[in-house]
């Protein structure tokens, strides 16, 4: 380490620059494609590289060795990477280069697998050259870089799980098993999740809240565990290690300390009301808890529709746990990590008239079938029609009701299939022949452990499959029976089937409420609506910010086996965080430069209003001073400042243009600059790459933390370089930004300058704004080829004609501020 | 099934219903029997029951306002059911007739005391039938054997003598406003009110020709058009403090009425002690409360003295 630093201090300004470039094959992923040699020497024409070398796979261990060879044989003090996304892999090669003495900063990457051969395979010439760009474009950079040291933040060593569902329980009973102390915030009366309102379990038949059960006892007793139940989360505030959430705990009306669950004041309760929980097939009291194994066994007075005839009060006598005066209570809480564990919702398709839910008596969801044939449940665990009480039958179950449809929700919802099965044998094993089951299925999926061997006991026990989409459900008006029209697709013809009950197995959807937990948490939603992983593969469990991890069913639809093991998953992983004194926090924060910084003569003040987490500090007459802990980096405050007094590291202006030159050095009017959100966009152009998405080979993309990093200056320099076209790719309005708000800094500023140009004479096709999520791979690539396309329209030499107009005037306003 | 909610309006009925796939409420506002009286609206524990005044058409007499039901706030409790002194009102859970508030002693039900002495009535007389402004009174005369006589005129008077006469009130519906009790000959109708009160008007207020009050009563004779000051006059003896006049009355103050105590079940019940507040007035309810509590307390002295006798007496 001392070394390090010691080379560190050495590389100021004054030290030669010795630059090692590593190119990788990924196999036949790049070399597939690029002309490797080719790219090899063309490295080692750019400025300051003395050493170039080509392996089959740099991230394996012998390509590290190469690396860290490489450093101490060639005395080198920069190294570049071109290989795969920095998003992936750069955290590897830091760790290589630090191994090797090297100031993990002082390591750039170049995006040649996502952003050249993966996405150009058919071009292999003009990805080479693209590469090319993008090598130079690095090394441009790392001539530039300086040495950081991280810093420390100690880590409060208490978890927060938000949602009580059955894989928040696992995460809970994890990580207060392994000391550490969890607030388990649910935002019903009682823990317990779906799981809890099930019959059975697939593929065992055993029973939902008998195993259930005891863990949600487990959860209720642990010393280390303390639930706050019906509360809803306010705010979230802080960072890793250091989350500061506040909460609003909703009046019951019944003082939980005092309540011993006897139920004494149910009894006396003359006011019913239909129990959501029971999914309102029953009722319950307006004084009661919603299923009776519930926890924590507190009742709670719903004032909707309680007449306040006190007789609850008499009831609970002495207890005097009552109190109609009770008022919601807000309370803060200090955590290192947070798990989101909020679960799903079912899809109710009253919007869809094919299946004729709510309007036919006898056609019901699945979850509510669930409530019919569970013996706790409403009718006592019988199977009973609404229209006459009487027992079906004949039971038709239709799958993908909603699921699997792209007019709704195209994606799987991962366990209909198998719930469906369990009804099915469920039914079979009741009633035996008495009752006959139909099942309409796209494809069977049965694809874990013993699920297969469940098909088989459904089969055998003589369900009739169809396989083939359901047209249309008819109800006959006498007897109430329901008609379903369909196609067998394996007979090939339409079929017609009279069913006493339809069960609709609905698609599993996002949570209500998920939009506003993922603006509190600074979290994305894919498209689907569900929470968006860091990683696909790799990190499926991290939320992209740090300290906050998904477990269950919050980041797409998981069966209970799934779920549990999910929900270990991430207390583990809130476990790295958690089980450390300090948390190291990526230097890449704002420096304001004292002397440059107006506020010391006159009030600006810019910077700590724009900065999305107020943590920039402003004391009359003194430069404006960042806290650093608090500082993020997503660099809003450097582009807003009007005196370019603000550096943020490591995406310095300085970087950022010899990028920008790098990239428009040769062949100008061909390419268009792109810069690139970290989180957003540039996620989003990597997934176009790994989804092999092939789109023009015209862009030259720049990462920076956040689109509110992109100064104006930028732009204007791209321009005045002759650059066909400038994109700024961001996170999605109005929530995405993973900086709360850096985007719509972004936009304000962007929006102010395009009209300038355009008067200057640029053409409004040359500049452009996108929003781009990190799951819209094909928006990026949809994007670049539209763009490509508008501007091969306007043709070279018009562009070409604009540049010469603009130059003279961009070069007028760069050079008074200093920038040329 | 998922949750029906339905409100359904007629002619003749206001419906409301939440179907559960187990189970059934219903609360069916009978049009007919309503008489835009205040006493729902002021009951409801949700505010649920609106009074929707009818605009007054010129020339035609005035109309009794109609009620309205919001379906968000009804919880189907059936308190407008048990005090609609008209029954006007009925909830049903599953088709009974069963009120939880009433079973579980939520809620008190209004006493409608109407004793009847039909031993007593000559078998040719219908005066209470006739009289009853609601309808609500069938006499018959049955043989021994309980056969209905129709054609009482053409039996021989010792045929009549052996006639039974039957008196049958439709108590659900009764607001016991006691003109039977008048119009009777014999003494043999006792009625007494479930609400008692004091009702004035103050004539100078009245508007010229207003006789919007009386038009809409329901009770025959509870008011009167006076041929001497052409004004609306009172007959509290008639009069049931429903307070339907007192709602279509145009002059702030013309019209006053105060209900003073409402005849009841005994129910220890915080529901019902707003309720009484606002039927009656919170000098009424803290009466009623303080005479419990008394009662409550002079119960308890009760069994403290007769359990120190029982102490003697064993000495």
């Known amino acids: ?104 900063y002082l390591f750039e990457m170049a995006n040649i697998r996502e952003f050249s051969s993966w996405c150009h395979p058919s071009t292999p010439k003009e990805a080479t050259e693209k590469a090319k760009d993008l090598i130079k474009m690095a090394v441009a950079k790392a001539r530039l870089l300086r040495p950081l040291q991280t810093m420390e933040v100690p880590v409060i060593n208490k978890a927060l799980i938000i949602g009580g569902g059955i894989a928040g329980i696992s995460a809970a009973l994890d990580l207060a098993e392994m000391g550490f102390k969890v607030y388990m915030l649910e935002n019903s009366e009682s823990i317990g999740g779906h799981m809890a309102q099930l019959d059975k379990t697939f593929p065992t038949l055993d029973c939902s809240i008998c195993i259930e059960g005891p863990k949600m006892v487990d959860v209720g007793r642990h010393p280390n565990i303390e639930i706050i139940s019906y509360a809803d989360l306010l705010s979230v505030s802080g960072y890793v290690g250091n989350f500061k959430v506040k909460i609003r705990k909703n009046p019951r009306y019944v003082i939980e300390e005092n309540c011993t669950g006897c139920g004494e004041c149910r009894d006396v309760c003359p006011i019913e009301y239909p129990n959501e929980w029971d999914m309102n097939l029953g009722v319950r009291k307006a004084i009661s808890v919603p299923f009776d194994q519930a926890v924590p066994l ?106 699997r449809d792209t007019g709704k929700f ?193 009030k600006c003040g810019i910077c700590a209003q724009k900065c999305p987490y107020g943590a920039i500090k402003i004391v009359e007459k003194q430069p404006a001073q960042v806290i650093a802990a608090m500082c993020h980096g997503c660099g809003t405050c450097v582009a807003e400042c009007p005196a370019d007094a603000i550096t943020q590291m490591h995406f310095t202006d300085a970087q950022i243009l ?38 023009p080979p015209t862009i030259r993309p720049i990462r920076v933390m956040c689109s509110g990093r992109v100064d104006r200056d930028f732009v204007l320099e791209a321009f005045r370089l002759g650059a066909a076209g400038v994109m700024v790719g961001a996170c999605h309005l109005p929530y995405d930004c993973h900086y709360i708000s850096g985007n719509w800094k972004m936009k304000a500023r962007m929006e102010a300058l395009a009209p300038m140009l355009h008067k200057l004479g640029l053409s409004p096709e040359r500049f452009r704004i996108e929003y781009i999520s990190a799951a819209e791979g094909v928006k990026f690539a949809q994007v670049v080829t539209e763009m490509t396309e508008q501007l091969k329209a306007l043709g070279k030499e018009k562009i070409k004609a604009e540049n010469k107009k603009l130059k003279p005037v961009l070069e007028n306003m760069l050079k008074r501020k200093k920038i040329i | 099934m998922p949750l029906k909610t339905l409100k359904e309006e007629t002619a003749e009925t206001l419906t409301l219903e939440w179907r559960l796939h187990v189970k059934d409420y219903k609360l069916v506002l009978d049009k007919k029997r309503c008489v835009g009286c205040e006493i729902c609206s ?55 007739h069963l009120l939880s508030v009433v079973e579980k002693e939520s809620f008190p039900q209004l006493i409608r005391d109407i004793k009847v002495d039909s031993t007593k009535c000559p078998v040719d007389c219908k005066e209470c039938e006739e009289a009853c402004p609601l309808d609500l009174i069938r006499v018959s005369r049955l043989t021994v054997d309980g056969k209905i006589v129709e054609n009482v005129e053409s039996l021989t008077e010792e045929e009549k003598s052996r006639l039974k006469v039957k008196v049958e009130i439709e108590k659900d519906f009764c607001p016991c406003c006691g ?43 509870a008011l009167y058009l006076s041929d001497d000051d052409g004004k609306v006059h009172v007959n509290e003896a008639f009069c049931v403090y429903c307070g339907a006049c007192k709602v279509v009355c145009p002059v702030d103050e013309a019209l006053e009425l105060e209900r003073t105590s409402i005849n009841h079940t005994p129910v220890r019940s915080g529901v019902w002690n707003k309720t009484l507040e606002k039927l009656a007035s919170p000098i009424i309810m803290t009466k009623e409360l303080k005479a419990k509590s008394s009662q409550k307390a002079r119960e308890s002295v009760e069994k403290r003295l007769g359990w120190k006798v029982g102490i003697h007496e064993q000495e």
């Open chain 1, 410 to 602: 195209p994606y799987c919802s991962n366990f209909c299939c198998m719930y469906t099965l369990k009804h099915v044998v469920q039914l079979k094993e009741k009633y035996k022949e008495d009752v006959e089951t139909y099942v309409f299925y796209m494809d069977m999926r049965s694809n874990f452990k013993g699920y297969e061997e469940f098909y088989q006991r459904a089969r055998e026990l003589g369900a009739n499959f169809i396989r083939g989409r359901v047209s249309r459900i008819f109800e006959d008006p006498k007897t109430k029976n329901l008609i379903i029209r369909a196609e067998d697709t394996q007979l090939g013809k339409p079929i017609e089937i009279e069913a006493e009950m339809v069960v609709l197995a609905t698609a599993a959807i996002p949570k209500k409420g998920s939009d506003e937990l993922a603006r509190i948490l600074n979290i994305t939603r894919g498209s689907n609506g569900f929470f968006m992983e860091s990683h696909p593969k790799l990190k499926p469990i991290d939320a992209p910010t740090d300290g906050i991890f998904f477990a269950g069913a919050c980041q797409g639809p998981k069966d209970i086996p799934y779920s549990v093991s999910q929900g270990s998953g991430a207390a583990s992983r809130a476990a790295t965080v958690l089980s450390k004194p300090t948390w190291k926090i990526e230097p890449i924060i704002a420096v304001v430069d004292p002397e440059k910084c107006r506020n010391v003569k006159t």
């Open chain 2, 179 to 221: 003109i039977c009790e008048v119009k009777c000959p014999e003494d043999a109708i006792q009625v007494s009110k479930f609400f008692y009160g004091k009702i004035t008007i103050h004539q100078d207020k009245c508007p010229d020709g207003c006789t919007d009050c009386l038009d809409v009563c329901p009770i025959t004779g």
């Open chain 1, 658 to 695: 010899a990028q920008i030159r790098a990239a428009l050095e040769t062949n100008p009017e061909d390419k268009i600059l792109a810069f690139l959100c970290n989180w957003c966009s540039y996620a989003g152009a990597d997934l176009a790459g790994t989804s092999r998405l092939e789109y």
């Open chain 2, 42 to 96: 002021l009951a409801c524990p949700k505010e649920a029951i609106k009074l929707e005044r009818q605009e007054k058409k010129a020339g035609e007499k005035a109309e009794h306002a109609k009620i309205d039901i919001e379906f968000e706030k009804c919880n189907f409790c059936g308190i407008c059911d048990v005090l609609c002194p008209f029954g006007a009102i009925r909830v049903t859970v599953n088709g009974e």
């Open chain 1, 298 to 403: 507190v009742y709670r007075i719903n004032r909707d529709y309680c007449i306040e005839c006190y007789k609850c009060v008499d009831a609970c006598g002495a207890r005097q746990a009552i109190d109609f005066e009770q008022q919601p209570e807000e309370i803060e809480l200090e955590v290192g990590a947070i798990i989101v564990s909020t679960g799903y919702d079912i899809y109710l398709p009253y919007d869809n008239p094919l299946y004729g839910y709510g309007k036919f008596a006898n056609v019901i969801t699945s979850l509510e079938f669930e409530r019919l044939i569970l013996a706790a449940g409403p009718t006592g665990g019988k199977v009973i029609r609404a229209s006459d009480g009487k027992k079906p039958r004949s039971v038709a179950f239709i799958q993908c009701v909603g699921s």
């Open chain 1, 1 to 104: 380490m001392n070394k390090s630093e010691k080379r560190g201090e050495q590389n100021q300004e004054s030290e030669e620059l010795r630059i090692g470039v590593f190119i990788c094959h990924c196999g036949l992923n790049i070399a597939g494609v690029l002309d490797i040699q080719e790219l090899v020497e063309f490295a080692k024409t750019l400025p300051d590289v003395v050493y170039v070398k080509d392996n089959r796979y740099t991230c394996a261990d012998p390509g590290q060795e190469e690396i860290r060879k490489g450093i101490k044989e060639h005395n080198l003090n920069r190294v570049v990477v071109a290989a795969c996304s920095p998003r992936m892999h750069e955290p590897t090669f830091r760790r290589t280069v630090s191994e090797a003495g090297l100031n993990p």
